[in-house]
Structures are given as structure tokens and as C-alpha cells.
């Protein structure tokens, strides 16, 4: 009897698709004690009360069932709502939101539902680790924008101009971004709009940190003229609310696009978590104080690690979004990776290399302010004493 051949049998675009950055270094910190981390991102918030009595009421009441495909209709209506006074973006509850499991979902619908064999999607690096390897397994081609430290990390008309072609279908856009903290506020996406106005190309925006923004409101590309049509709007409950762990997102996006996500959310997942879903309602109806009392926090966050890493030397454009920095770590001779290493081995102190968000992180690398100033400030002086070494 022949043996079973893994190698035949599992598709390539599968055995071919690398492992995340990120995770490596996780994997050395399951490892280790003593390590001051600064790499997830995730909220050191708990999740409000209000939120998890919600989610807790729902199961003492026994509500436990299945919902629509799309999710409860009072939750749609209630994103609805949110979008309308938030992001003046109007999208029907009936027809043009689909809840998903966390947002990570929604991209892979969006993609699948949208994409091609043979199609091309322009992804602006650096950038969150799932976007090329989820454009692959539809059988799209990944054309990979570098961004630039000189234009704090934003998607030019320049830069996106040169990368579109007769096939290209679709453009990711995510910011506020991580792993960069970079922005694109309302002028910055207007030169962008201009120029997809002239193609067929539907934009798939990642706003998951648009309410962490820092000295001014998130604008949606989707708000612009002529814009709404051609976007597919991805976000969730997990950043803004601290619900990392209740895996809830969802999409808005014309009727014509939503539907044909929705299919395949049918066949994939049925329908994300009742229990999360109940919770998110009174997220969105509730919890505005909550959001803008973290936010505040963050902010604080924000100004002091900038503060602390440009002291030590380490240049970092300030961060308008998100709760990441991208300090530049390149000028002392080691790749990020080999920074990172060092820093972590013999500082004990964890941050992420720029290169796991793609190549052009080369030479930086991402630290989270999603912790605590005590937290961060053991960090910081642990990265100091390794730069000072290698000074």
C-alpha cells in the first residue's frame, strides 16, 4: 500500500505561502521570561462593561441561535447609523453591510468575491501581513507600491499612477496604517480619487483604526465624489472597542458587491458569533465615551514613546494613527531583523521587524504603544542600553 505524498497532494499556492513575520518573534516570546513586548496589537483595555454585559445578558437570556447570514438586522442598523454619523457614509442595513468575523474575514470575502485569476491588486507596502497572501489564493497578482519614509509612509498619485495596468482590478488601502501610523487625510485621498475615477478599479479600504486618529477626524475615501461605488469599506469592533478577542467585524459595500460577499460568508461561516453581535450593539450605541477615553490614552501614549525614541536617537516620523510608531533602525549596520534579534536577546525587550510587513520595512521596525507608560518605559530603556552598545 503506497504511503500518502503530502507533497502531491497539498495545493502549492498554500505550501508556497511564507509564515507571518510577526509571529516569529511571538513564537521566541512563548519561550523567554522577563520580556518587556511591545509588538501586539491589541488594546491592554478590557473590554467596557457595557459591551460585555450586553454579551453576557445574551447568554443568561439564551439567545444563542443562529442569526441572518448578514447578521441581526438591529446590529446592521446600528453600523448604518454609526457610518452616517461618524463618516457621513450612507449604506443600507438591508443590502450593503454583511457582519463577518473580525475584519480579517471581510478582506478575504472581498477579495475572493472580487478577484480573478490573472487580475492584478495594487497593495501599498508597508503594510498588515494578510493582504498579498490572501490576493494569491485567489490566483491575483500582488503588485507590491513601496511607500516612502520622506512621505511619512503615504500612498502617492505618483507611486499608484505608475503601478496601474489594464489589469488591475482592485487597490488596498489601509489606513490608518499599520504598521506605520501613517494617515491620509481628506486631501491626500482626493488625489488619489482623481485618479481612479478614470479606471475600473474598486478599492478595498481597510478603516479598522479609523476612530484612532490623532488632531483630526478619519476621512473614508468612500465619502468622496464618485468614490462610493468603487469602495469596499472593511472595519470591526476589535481596535476602537477592545473586542479583539470577540472576532466581530463587517463590510459596507454597494448592493452589487455586498451580495456577492454575502454568498460566499454563507458558505464559509454561516453567520459571525450571536453573542458578539448582541454585544456590538451596545458598543455602538453606548459606548462613544468609552471609544474617546481610550483614544485620549493612546494619544498620550503616542507623544511620549515619539518623545522617548528621538531622545535615544532613533528617528520616527510622529504617528497620526493607529497605536504603532516606526522608528528608523537601519543606521546602526544590522538588517531589521538582526536589530530585533539582538534587541531581544540580549535586552529582552520585543518589538517587530519592519521587513514582516514587507520589504520595503527594511530597516525599521514596528513598536506598539498598545501598553501601559510603565510598560513602555521599561522599553524604551532597554532599547537604549542596546543602542548605546551598538553606538
Not at 504511503?3 to 519561550?31: C, T
Amino acid at each position: 500500500m503506497a504511503s500518502i505524498d503530502y507533497e502531491r497532494i497539498l495545493p502549492r499556492a498554500v505550501v508556497d505561502m511564507p509564515s507571518s513575520g510577526i509571529r516569529k518573534f511571538f513564537d521566541i516570546l512563548d519561550s523567554m521570561t522577563d520580556v518587556t513586548a511591545l509588538t501586539v496589537g491589541q488594546p491592554d483595555f478590557v473590554t467596557p462593561w457595557k459591551i460585555r454585559e450586553a454579551g453576557i445578558e445574551s447568554l443568561v437570556t439564551g439567545k444563542t441561535y443562529y442569526t441572518s447570514n448578514a447578521g441581526t438586522m438591529e446590529l446592521r442598523r446600528e453600523i448604518s447609523r454609526y457610518m452616517s454619523r461618524r463618516f457621513d457614509l450612507t449604506y443600507a442595513p438591508e443590502h450593503e453591510i454583511v457582519v463577518t468575523v473580525g475584519g480579517s474575514e471581510a478582506i478575504d470575502m472581498a477579495m475572493r468575491a472580487i478577484l480573478e485569476p490573472g487580475d492584478e491588486i495594487i497593495i501599498p507596502t508597508p503594510c498588515f501581513v494578510c493582504y498579498e497572501p490572501l490576493a494569491r489564493m485567489t490566483g491575483a497578482v500582488p503588485v507590491i507600491v513601496e511607500t516612502r519614509n520622506e512621505d511619512k509612509f503615504k500612498l502617492t498619485p505618483e507611486l499608484l499612477e505608475a503601478a496601474i495596468t489594464p489589469k488591475t482590478k482592485m487597490l488596498v488601502l489601509a489606513y490608518p496604517n499599520n504598521p506605520t501610523g501613517a494617515i491620509m487625510d481628506a486631501d491626500d485621498l482626493e488625489k488619489i480619487a482623481k485618479i481612479l475615477r478614470e479606471h475600473q478599479i474598486i478599492v478595498l479600504s481597510d478603516e479598522i483604526y479609523a476612530e484612532l486618529t490623532y488632531g483630526q477626524r478619519h476621512t473614508s475615501i468612500a465619502s468622496l465624489p464618485e468614490m462610493w461605488e468603487r469602495t469596499v469599506v472593511v472595519s470591526g469592533f476589535s481596535k476602537a472597542y477592545a473586542m479583539t478577542g470577540w472576532r466581530l467585524g463587517y463590510i459596507c459595500a454597494p448592493e452589487p458587491l455586498a451580495r456577492q460577499m454575502l454568498k460566499l460568508h454563507q458558505y464559509a461561516i454561516m453567520c459571525a458569533p450571536t453573542t458578539a453581535q448582541l454585544a456590538a450593539i451596545a458598543a455602538l450605541r453606548d459606548c462613544d465615551e468609552d471609544v474617546a477615553a481610550m483614544t485620549a490614552e493612546y494619544d498620550r501614549r503616542r507623544r511620549y514613546i515619539h518623545n522617548g525614541l528621538n531622545a535615544i536617537g532613533l528617528d520616527a516620523f510622529e504617528p497620526e494613527g493607529a497605536f504603532y510608531i516606526y522608528p528608523h533602525v537601519g543606521k546602526f549596520g544590522l538588517s531589521s531583523e538582526e536589530f530585533c534579534e539582538r534587541l531581544l536577546y540580549e535586552h529582552k525587550c520585543a518589538i517587530v521587524p519592519g521587513v514582516a510587513f514587507g520589504a520595503s520595512g527594511e530597516g525599521f521596525a514596528r513598536i506598539s504603544y498598545a501598553y501601559s507608560v510603565k510598560h513602555i518605559t521599561e522599553a524604551l530603556e532597554r532599547i537604549e542600553h542596546f543602542t548605546k552598545k551598538l553606538s
